[in-house]
């Protein structure tokens, strides 16, 4: 696998490795182009080569100001420079029209060589300095080589004689050759530490520029096929730096911006609030996220393209915002619309309340408003219980202390009615005041049972089974029911201990029982059982009576809410009290055979006292 990547990366590499070698054996064998083809072909791989030399060069100093590169923008002034060099080098070229002498046009392509070979070893090593040393460098070095050899070209030593090149110019064409071998290697040590993406293109152009030097040591005239095939991998070489550069300067940011959208857009999408940008123009709305989609109760194809006021914001919550929006913008916003309470209506009626708030943003050349959205329907519907409990939290302490004081009166009344009872001799006055006594005892029963409710005690919790408990109490239960004449089954079940308050539970389970008793005609059956069930324990009451209708069920519980015709409407309340203070949970179920009780104790509470601390 690893070496048919490899193949597959250095496949033109390969093949121009595989001819050089094939030409070292027949060295004899070359053929010779017309001069008028040769220079015709020379000519146009060479403005290919300038022109992708320009580009490579014009990429890396376009590209300083976003990368601050100082080694790209080194390398784009060596290339440049080669680009000028090879310029002049074809222009200066035997049969061209600036043509005096070939030793010019064969300095100016050596100088080329040396100054790509160079810059590529020093782009890769990362060694590049300051961007104005680099332009001073690159700027003096130009000049100094163009008045160098345009001046004394013809005078410096010959690279070319009749029967091929002079061994200086194959010393300068190693020498350039062996620079990007070295660079070659250094880019391949450096990639396995790095782990940098996109080697294979420049290690690709370095071996194509190594193979086009090995051609340039061995063609015989200047008219030979090898020195044409050399400059074919000079142009083939240069066009890999080029992808390289491309990929570096527009792919791969355009990757990262692509992932920081993916990134942005996940952010956006799955934020924990309601988010949604509206142009500020026409009022729309542009995108919206999955919470505010939730919130809205609409997909966001029916959201996109239309106002808030579409969608169910009330048209006075979206005239603050616009007052907001109007009086801010982008550059000069000092202030942030924030928890403006508002309501969402559809087709006439509320659906849900919510908090917004919203700031002013730029988005490319439009004004947005970005509006974050917080629904509150269940925390304001709370809030609300709060203040109606914090309410009721506080009549029912001062209607306990009046009750509390009310006993005492009505004691003494009590007496002094019993004591007329005793002195009187009239039968029809001794039963009125029978009455009066019977009428201030049922009084008393409900004060007393109104200050049990009102109580806040703690309750002495124990940990106890409950079976021990119901067997404790069926005896109690079942005297009640023979006098009734009805039945009593008790089931228990295997359960866990767990964590209760004795004298609450009787009398949670009494309140119950006796409810269920009085919902039963004669011959009726009250069960109750036990079980376990994941991880709570269940005490079930069940009776046989006719059921509690639907609409009265969701009152059960509430204080002085009663079914019966002498009822007090406190005997389920102090049991919803009792399930309350034990974590316990009241489920009733009622239908036209009966009403099923379920109060489940969490095991949660009774684990966690065993559970040693740290």
Same mark, same amino acid.
């Given at each position: 696998?690893?070496?048919?990547?490899?193949?597959?990366?250095?496949?033109?590499?390969?093949?121009?490795?595989?001819?050089?070698?094939?030409?070292?054996?027949?060295?004899?064998?070359?053929?010779?182009?017309?001069?008028?083809?040769?220079?015709?072909?020379?000519?146009?791989?060479?403005?290919?080569?300038?022109?992708?030399?320009?580009?490579?060069?014009?990429?890396?100093?376009?590209?300083?100001?976003?990368?601050?590169?100082?080694?790209?923008?080194?390398?784009?002034?060596?290339?440049?420079?080669?680009?000028?060099?090879?310029?002049?080098?074809?222009?200066?070229?035997?049969?061209?029209?600036?043509?005096?002498?070939?030793?010019?046009?064969?300095?100016?392509?050596?100088?080329?060589?040396?100054?790509?070979?160079?810059?590529?070893?020093?782009?890769?090593?990362?060694?590049?300095?300051?961007?104005?040393?680099?332009?001073?460098?690159?700027?003096?070095?130009?000049?100094?080589?163009?008045?160098?050899?345009?001046?004394?070209?013809?005078?410096?030593?010959?690279?070319?004689?009749?029967?091929?090149?002079?061994?200086?110019?194959?010393?300068?064409?190693?020498?350039?050759?062996?620079?990007?071998?070295?660079?070659?290697?250094?880019?391949?040590?450096?990639?396995?530490?790095?782990?940098?993406?996109?080697?294979?293109?420049?290690?690709?152009?370095?071996?194509?520029?190594?193979?086009?030097?090995?051609?340039?040591?061995?063609?015989?005239?200047?008219?030979?096929?090898?020195?044409?095939?050399?400059?074919?991998?000079?142009?083939?070489?240069?066009?890999?730096?080029?992808?390289?550069?491309?990929?570096?300067?527009?792919?791969?940011?355009?990757?990262?911006?692509?992932?920081?959208?993916?990134?942005?857009?996940?952010?956006?999408?799955?934020?924990?609030?309601?988010?949604?940008?509206?142009?500020?123009?026409?009022?729309?709305?542009?995108?919206?996220?999955?919470?505010?989609?939730?919130?809205?109760?609409?997909?966001?194809?029916?959201?996109?393209?239309?106002?808030?006021?579409?969608?169910?914001?009330?048209?006075?919550?979206?005239?603050?915002?616009?007052?907001?929006?109007?009086?801010?913008?982008?550059?000069?916003?000092?202030?942030?619309?924030?928890?403006?309470?508002?309501?969402?209506?559809?087709?006439?009626?509320?659906?849900?309340?919510?908090?917004?708030?919203?700031?002013?943003?730029?988005?490319?050349?439009?004004?947005?408003?970005?509006?974050?959205?917080? +629904? %509150?329907?269940?925390?304001?519907? @709370? =809030?609300?219980?709060?203040?109606? /409990? &914090? $309410?009721? *939290?506080?009549?029912?302490?001062?209607?306990?202390?009046?009750?509390?004081?009310?006993?005492?009166?009505?004691?003494?009344?009590?007496?002094?009615?019993?004591?007329?009872?005793?002195?009187?001799? +009239? %039968?029809?006055?001794?039963?009125? @005041? =029978?009455?009066?006594?019977?009428? /201030? &005892? $049922?009084? *008393?029963?409900?004060?007393?049972?109104?200050?049990?409710?009102?109580?806040?005690?703690?309750?002495?919790?124990?940990?106890?089974?409950?079976?021990?408990?119901?067997?404790?109490?069926?005896?109690?239960?079942?005297?009640?029911?023979?006098?009734?004449?009805?039945?009593?089954?008790?089931?228990?079940?295997?359960?866990?201990?767990?964590?209760?308050?004795?004298?609450?539970?009787?009398?949670?389970?009494?309140?119950?029982?006796?409810?269920?008793?009085?919902?039963?005609?004669?011959?009726?059956?009250?069960?109750?059982?036990?079980?376990?069930?994941?991880?709570?324990?269940?005490?079930?009451?069940?009776?046989?009576?006719?059921?509690?209708?639907?609409?009265?069920?969701?009152?059960?519980?509430?204080?002085?809410?009663?079914?019966?015709?002498?009822?007090?409407?406190?005997?389920?309340?102090?049991?919803?009290?009792?399930?309350?203070?034990?974590?316990?949970?009241?489920?009733?179920?009622?239908?036209?055979?009966?009403?099923?009780?379920?109060?489940?104790?969490?095991?949660?509470?009774?684990?966690?006292?065993?559970?040693?601390?740290?």
């Amino acid at each position: 696998m690893f070496l048919r990547k490899t193949l597959k990366h250095y496949s033109i590499a390969v093949i121009g490795l595989l001819y050089f070698i094939s030409r070292l054996f027949y060295s004899g064998a070359h053929w010779v182009i017309p001069s008028e083809y040769f220079l015709f072909l020379h000519t146009l791989l060479e403005f290919f080569s300038i022109i992708v030399s320009f580009t490579i060069g014009l990429q890396c100093l376009a590209s300083y100001p976003y990368t601050k590169s100082d080694r790209k923008y080194l390398l784009g002034i060596f290339f440049i420079t080669v680009g000028l060099f090879d310029l002049l080098h074809t222009l200066t070229y035997n049969g061209m029209f600036l043509n005096t002498t070939g030793a010019r046009s064969i300095y100016f392509s050596l100088t080329a060589r040396l100054t790509e070979s160079s810059g590529l070893l020093i782009y890769i090593l990362n060694r590049a300095p300051k961007k104005r040393v680099s332009m001073v460098f690159g700027s003096a070095f130009l000049v100094t080589a163009l008045i160098v050899i345009m001046k004394w070209g013809p005078y410096l030593p010959p690279m070319l004689l009749p029967d091929g090149v002079t061994s200086l110019k194959i010393f300068v064409e190693s020498l350039a050759g062996s620079l990007n071998l070295i660079a070659f290697f250094v880019l391949i040590y450096k990639s396995r530490l790095e782990r940098a993406e996109n080697c294979p293109n420049l290690s690709n152009a370095l071996l194509l520029l190594l193979i086009c030097e090995l051609f340039f040591t061995i063609y015989h005239t200047p008219y030979d096929s090898d020195n044409l095939v050399g400059h074919i991998f000079k142009f083939l070489g240069y066009t890999y730096i080029l992808k390289n550069i491309l990929i570096k300067n527009l792919h791969e940011p355009f990757k990262e911006i692509q992932s920081a959208y993916k990134d942005f857009n996940t952010i956006f999408q799955f934020a924990p609030v309601g988010l949604s940008i509206i142009r500020k123009s026409d009022h729309q709305f542009l995108e919206i996220n999955h919470f505010f989609m939730n919130f809205l109760g609409l997909p966001d194809k029916d959201v996109i393209g239309k106002t808030p006021m579409e969608v169910g914001f009330s048209e006075a919550d979206w005239t603050k915002v616009l007052a907001y929006a109007e009086n801010n913008n982008y550059y000069f916003a000092e202030t942030t619309l924030a928890n403006l309470e508002i309501s969402l209506e559809r087709e006439g009626s509320k659906v849900s309340i919510a908090a917004i708030s919203a700031e002013t943003i730029q988005l490319g050349h439009e004004e947005c408003i970005l509006m974050s959205v917080t +629904d %509150i329907k269940e925390l304001k519907s @709370l =809030h609300t219980e709060m203040i109606r /409990l &914090d $309410r009721l *939290n506080l009549v029912g302490q001062m209607a306990a202390g009046i009750a509390h004081e009310i006993r005492n009166p009505m004691t003494t009344v009590r007496g002094y009615l019993q004591l007329m009872d005793e002195k009187s001799q +009239d %039968i029809g006055q001794k039963s009125t @005041l =029978h009455f009066m006594i019977e009428e /201030l &005892d $049922r009084a *008393n029963s409900i004060l007393k049972e109104f200050l049990t409710l009102a109580k806040n005690n703690k309750p002495n919790y124990q940990i106890l089974n409950l079976n021990k408990l119901l067997q404790n109490l069926h005896p109690l239960i079942e005297a009640d029911s023979f006098t009734q004449n009805k039945q009593i089954r008790f089931t228990p079940g295997d359960i866990p201990d767990i964590e209760l308050s004795p004298k609450d539970i009787t009398q949670l389970v009494l309140n119950l029982c006796i409810n269920g008793l009085d919902a039963m005609s004669e011959g009726g059956c009250l069960t109750i059982q036990t079980y376990k069930k994941d991880h709570s324990v269940i005490l079930s009451i069940k009776d046989e009576g006719h059921g509690i209708p639907k609409e009265l069920l969701e009152k059960l519980g509430t204080p002085f809410f009663t079914t019966k015709e002498n009822g007090t409407g406190l005997g389920l309340s102090i049991c919803y009290k009792i399930a309350k203070s034990h974590n316990a949970k009241i489920d009733v179920t009622s239908s036209s055979e009966g009403t099923l009780f379920q109060i489940s104790f969490p095991l949660q509470s009774v684990e966690s006292m065993f559970i040693p601390s740290h």
